[in-house]
T-cell receptor, first 113, second 113 residues
Framework: DVKVTQSSRYLVKRTGEKVFLECVQD?????MFWYRQDPGLGLRLIYF???????EKGDIPEGYSVSREKKERFSLILESASTNQTSMYLC????????????FGDGARLSIL | QQPVQSPQAVILREGEDAVINCSSS?????VHWYRQKHGEAPVFLMI?????EQKGHDKISASFNEKKQQSSLYLTASQLSYSGTYFC??????????????FGSGTQLTVLP
């Protein structure tokens, strides 16, 4: 069964901390995405990657960076966490020809205190 | 611009039908439908492309009306397992960046026995 795995389901961090969210997929997909999900706002794209070491900014990249050193792993980094980054973060992937996420991880609920 | 979904929430009994709409103020090329159960990853249901097609599997189908810039998701003879939040993603272009895809805020569907 295909799988997108996010390593942490629940995280509590403090303002100013550097936070790493990890995502691994086992489907050999070229494209990977990071979204945040907030009530009433729907999914919003933070960053996506269409190949190893390739990345492109989404709609709300400020305060975030990403890393894709291997095809199966896509990491989201909050450089200096702030309270307005408290949210549900979803990782997703799809094959190279698509731009829509097809397979999602279970999400990471991040609280910044 | 975020597509608008209606209704925001619907409660029905097992066996009843439901329709969820997804509307955009701009011309659409594609509409994508997802379902997310509480605490779980979103699941990709289907994609509809410009051309007014209708798609479906099992008792869940969808239509895409280009002129109205709207898609409707039809759930027939609802089952308890259909409960969850349904959200649509819309794209104005046939290809290009994942930034083209924007998501509605979701419709919460509850099926009661």
């Amino acid at each position: 069964d295909v799988k997108v795995t996010q390593s942490s389901r629940y995280l509590v961090k403090r303002t100013g901390e550097k936070v790493f969210l990890e995502c691994v997929q086992d489907m050999d997909h070229e494209n990977m995405f990071w979204y945040r999900q907030d009530p009433g706002l729907g999914l919003r794209l933070i960053y996506f990657s269409y190949d190893v070491k390739m990345k492109e900014k989404g709609d709300i990249p400020e305060g975030y960076s990403v890393s894709r050193e291997k095809k199966e792993r896509f990491s989201l980094i909050l450089e200096s966490a702030s309270t307005n980054q408290t949210s549900m973060y979803l990782c997703a992937s799809c094959t190279g020809t698509g731009v829509q996420p097809q397979h999602f991880g279970d999400g990471a609920r991040l609280s910044i205190l | 611009q975020q597509p608008v979904q209606s209704p925001q929430a619907v409660i029905l009994r097992e066996g009843e039908d439901a329709v969820i709409n997804c509307s955009s103020s701009k011309a659409l090329y594609s509409v994508h439908w997802y379902r997310q159960k509480h605490g779980e990853a979103p699941v990709f249901l289907m994609i509809l492309l410009k051309g007014g097609e209708q798609k479906g599997h099992d008792k869940i189908s969808a239509s895409f009306n280009e002129k109205k810039q709207q898609s409707s998701l039809y759930l027939t003879a609802s089952q308890l397992s259909y409960s969850g939040t349904y959200f649509c993603g819309t794209s104005k272009q046939s290809s290009g960046s994942a930034r083209q895809l924007t998501f509605g805020s979701g419709t919460q569907l509850t099926v009661l026995p």
